[in-house]
């Protein structure tokens, strides 16, 4: 299940920076339909850098655990990811 979430993401990601670059070439980069796009591609590369965050620790004996507030910036997301985000199982 958590593969194939990360499989339909990492899809979703490549469809967003494809969609991406040609809504910046027609509307320019401070378009808020950019700005609305390019957060949700920024959120969703983070979200795919937890799953595989969570697969690596299942490998290695541990449960990732800190989901984050999906609403927060994605850079103090990125940035406060720590070792006390796992649980050794």
Request: proline residues 4%.
């Amino acid at each position: 299940m958590i593969l194939k979430n990360a499989i339909e993401l990492s899809k979703r990601i490549n469809s967003y920076r494809q969609g991406l670059v040609e809504l910046k070439r027609n509307k320019g980069p401070s378009d808020p339909d950019v700005i609305k796009l390019s957060k949700q591609l920024d959120r969703d590369i983070v979200m795919l850098h937890i799953i595989m965050c969570e697969l690596r620790s299942l490998k290695q004996g541990y449960l990732y655990n800190g989901y984050p507030n999906i609403d927060e910036p994605v850079s103090t997301i990125h940035d406060r990811i720590t070792k006390k985000d796992f649980i050794q199982l």
